[in-house]
């Protein structure tokens, strides 16, 4: 395995990098899908790359040490113990909530990956090391969709033809893909009225118009009327965020303490980006220890997201590229009797979040959301 010698950092060292890493994961995600809803799982994707660490060998394991922070780790076993940790931590749920991850290393049917590796992929990082046919595109679609289906406890989930064009087809031998999916499903602790659900007008975020001279001109924003869940008085956490010209509030799911959906609107009805811009620099975990109990008013939408996309350019522009070329070395996942070298294709990743009445089905347990719909108040309405 990859070796690491260096001193461990404290548990909020830890937090700190992993929250580095989620921004500048939801950065580099923005650039290709500036117009999309966003979610992700920063704890499952870090726990691939780290996984992908220890499997590899040389200059691919040096620069995987070197992006992911990997130094504050006392040792390998040190890190697997915390990575092991935090995943059991995310699916040991309550009885109402359903969480599984679904995390592949998916290998051509002629490659095999060593026992020990195996064994540390699904004891440590909940990661199967999976023999696939790459023969062609429906044949590896089929197998990815029944895997899916399998994790999301028959939510439905398939591979969208987006995400498989940043696959070529065939995939050329020794080329492996890594798929991380979420599906996460919990009732709310304090569940919205079915018949006080109704149509009211929402303001969808501006979008920059293409102009001449390549300036970019605000267009004018759009009313539509969607459906919305209303409660009157709602007591939960909230918070007047005036350095952000925000509010935050808290809608906690049931039975779970650590379980909660955080939404942060802007005061003013344009104010979406540059809120955003401003949480990246922020700590969440800050924000939320400055609220307090209050009796809200609460207008949300129902809303659905299905988010996939590729990693592998947005990890390149953070500086993970050797394990996407043919200089990866992945000496230490592989058997001894390989001789060819192992390359990854690329980093699928897979998130669907809904929010209705009841709560929400199918999302990541780490979320970002980057939401165009949204708005609340001590009146919170998120039109």
């Known amino acids: 395995m990859a070796s690491n010698n260096s001193t461990a950092a404290n548990g909020n060292g830890a937090t700190n990098v992993a929250t580095d890493l989620s921004n500048e994961l939801l950065r580099g995600i923005v650039t290709t899908h500036d117009t999309d809803n966003i ?21 691919t394991a040096e620069e995987l040490q070197r ?15 915390h990575f092991a940790t935090e995943l059991q931590l995310s699916t040991d749920t309550a009885a109402d909530t359903h969480m599984q991850l679904c995390s592949e290393l998916l290998l051509p049917m002629e490659v095999e990956v060593g026992d020990e590796f195996r064994k540390i992929a699904q004891k440590y990082f909940h990661t199967t090391a999976l023999q ?12 990815l969709d029944e895997d899916l289906a399998k994790a999301a406890a028959g939510y439905g989930w398939c591979i969208g033809d987006a995400l498989l064009s940043t696959i070529t087809a065939p995939v050329v031998a020794s080329t492996a893909i890594v798929l991380a999916a979420v ?15 109704g149509l009211y007008d929402f303001q969808q975020s ?23 869940l209303f409660d009157d008085d709602m007591f939960v956490k909230f918070a007047e965020l005036r350095e952000l010209d925000a509010r935050i509030i ?18 003013q009805r344009d104010g979406l980006a540059a809120l955003e811009k401003q949480l990246e620099t922020l700590d969440l975990n800050a924000l939320t ?7 809200v008013q609460v207008l949300l939408p129902k809303f659905k997201i299905d988010f996939e996309c590729s990693l592998r350019r947005t990890l390149e522009q953070l500086g993970i590229t050797t394990i996407f070329s043919k200089a990866a070395n992945f000496k230490n996942m592989l058997r001894d009797n390989t001789t060819d070298p192992l390359i990854i294709s690329d980093i699928l990743h897979k998130v669907c979040i809904e929010v209705n009445e009841s709560g929400t089905e199918g999302a990541s347990s780490v979320v970002i959301l980057s939401l165009s719909l949204l708005s609340f108040s001590l009146q919170t309405n998120c039109d």
């Open 289 to 295: 220890e400055r609220m307090q109990m209050e009796s």
């Open 206 to 228: 501006a979008v920059e118009a293409p102009a001449a001279h390549d300036v970019p001109q605000q267009a004018p924003p759009t009313v539509v009327t969607v459906p919305m």
């Open 67 to 81: 992006v992911l922070q990997l130094k504050r780790f006392a040792s390998n076993a040190k890190m697997a113990n």
């Open 39 to 59: 979610i992700i799982s920063p704890l499952q994707l870090e726990a691939l790359l780290t996984l992908l660490y220890l499997g590899s060998d040389g200059g």
């Open 250 to 267: 808290e809608l906690p799911y049931e039975h779970d303490d650590e379980l909660a959906m955080l939404v942060v609107l802007p005061n």
């Open 183 to 197: 599906h996460f499903q919990s009732k709310w602790f304090l569940p919205f009225s079915a018949y006080r659900t």
């Open 132 to 143: 696939r046919d790459f023969s062609s595109i429906s044949k590896l679609r089929a197998q």
